[in-house]
């Protein structure tokens, strides 16, 4: 019994509704009742009721022997379908005024057709979605587009589409082909495929309180897959429901009152986290890193299970890929690291001079040491070579020749005074001058020097 009335039930809603093939069962119904109507008063008219009902009783009805009989008897049937005709015909009209009115149709054409397929099944209208967005005309009006169903929805691969009917979500539809109820509208629609966003300018704080500027923030993501689901020929494009109404119903609200666009409010997610690492790094490692790249280490920041969850729970997002461009820091930054680095150079060049002639002088007293000896020697040998040809006078004046030479060399700054510029062989085999000495009583006066 309960299976029966639930036949039942479903019938009557089936015909109420009158979707796809029950709206030509709704117009089979008025058809069919129409048809009752001119049936039974072509037939209380055949019997001559009203002279029964009076008491005139007359066993023949009226008779049908000619042509013109029969054609007079047909109109007189086919005008009792006038009235149930014209109620039908004037319910469509004041419909579609009504839906033209409240939908503010600017065409009452577009208006009838919705009426006609809402009650008949006829001309359906039909959307397809293609690239995220719906594939309309410029100019074309479509009812099921500000009004909803009934009609066919035509979904392409790499796009799903969140229905809604009344207060609440009904499905989320993958690529197919799918009809659309009376009043389910299309809510929201979302692209399947990598969606890659950038800012070009983005200001954060390191931690040692100074802002930089983050030039060209990238990311890719993607609607949540879910954890069972994998990318596959025959599935490339998996989807996850509950990323789907997380998507739409968790997005965040402008100071409009408007709701933002679901990969917008991702990047700005994913902007506040990179904005919350630089906040956690100090400049040097930012600018000047000494074994880790910054870029390498924002990528294992995102890939921390903590932050895709936290992607996934709040935006239904799937993050693919993060990257910054390059990193700005305030000119008085730049001028104190440039004056700071040329100081450190400076000083650098500063030792390594100082270093230069520390050392040029020391081999400046070496060689002044060297030639003072060679000198020394010199002398040693000049006079072993001649003093058994020289007397006590010449000795005497040879050793302060070689003396007083000596000391030049060594009162000279800060090369060698006169020997600077000569060789050893020069110093060497310089001629040796001696003063004669002075002559003798005894001796001639003739005597030459040898």
């Known amino acids: 019994m309960k299976k029966i009335f639930w036949r039942f039930d479903n019938f009557i809603q089936k015909i109420l509704e009158g979707d796809e093939g029950w709206g030509f069962v709704r117009l089979l119904g008025a058809l069919a009742w129409m048809t009752a109507i001119m049936i039974g008063g072509g037939f209380v008219q055949w019997l001559n009721l009203p002279l029964l009902l009076r008491g005139e009783y007359s066993p023949v009805p009226y008779p049908l022997n000619t042509l013109t009989d029969i054609v007079s008897s047909l109109f007189s049937i086919i005008r009792y379908a006038i009235p149930p005709l014209t109620a039908i015909v004037l319910a469509i009209l004041g419909g579609t005024l009504y839906v033209q009115d409240i939908f503010e149709f600017h065409s009452f054409f577009a208006a009838f057709k919705y009426m006609i397929a809402s009650l008949f099944g006829f001309g359906y209208p039909i959307i397809t979605i293609r690239n995220g967005v719906k594939d309309l005309k410029p100019d074309e009006k479509n009812t099921m587009d500000k009004i909803g169903g009934p009609g066919y929805l035509t979904i392409k691969m790499g796009n799903v589409v969140l229905m809604e009917r009344g ?12 009809f659309i109820r009376r009043f389910e509208v299309i809510r929201y629609i979302l692209d399947l495929r990598e969606i890659y966003r950038s800012k070009s300018e983005m200001i954060a704080t390191t931690k040692d309180g100074i802002e930089v500027t983050l030039r060209n923030v990238e990311a890719t993501f993607r609607l949540d897959t879910g954890k069972q689901q994998q ?176 000391i030049e060399a060594m009162s000279a700054s800060p090369g060698l005074s006169q020997w600077a510029n000569h060789t050893r062989e020069e110093i060497t085999d310089r001629p040796i001058q001696l003063t004669p000495p002075p002559a003798h009583p005894t001796e001639p006066s003739d005597q030459t020097q040898p």
Not at 167 to 178: E, H, N, Q, S
Not at 255 to 278: C, E, N, P, Y
Not at 305 to 315: A, T
């Open 167 to 178: 207060i609440g979500p009904t499905r989320v539809l993958g690529a197919g082909k799918y």
């Open 231 to 406: 990318r596959t020929e025959v599935e490339p494009y998996p989807f996850s429901v509950k990323a789907v109404r997380t998507a739409f119903y968790d997005r965040p609200v402008g100071k409009d009152g408007v709701l933002g666009d679901w990969a917008d409010a991702t990047m700005g997610a994913i902007s506040g986290r990179v904005s919350g690492w630089v906040t956690r790094q100090r400049l040097d490692k930012l600018t000047a890193p000494v074994n880790e790249d910054p870029r390498a280490a924002l990528r294992a920041e995102f890939a921390q299970r903590e932050v895709r969850n936290q992607l996934r729970n709040n935006l239904g997002a799937e993050l693919v890929w993060v990257n910054f461009g390059h990193l700005d820091t305030p000119d008085a930054v730049d001028n104190q690291r440039f004056e700071t680095w040329q100081s450190y150079w400076l000083t650098q060049i500063a030792v390594t001079k100082a270093q230069g002639e520390s050392l040029g002088l020391a081999y400046q007293d070496i060689a002044r040491a060297e030639g003072q000896a060679e000198i020394l020697t010199m002398i040693s040998r000049a006079l072993q070579e001649s003093s058994a040809a020289l007397n006590t006078q010449q000795l005497a004046d040879l050793v302060l020749l070689r003396i007083s030479t000596v």
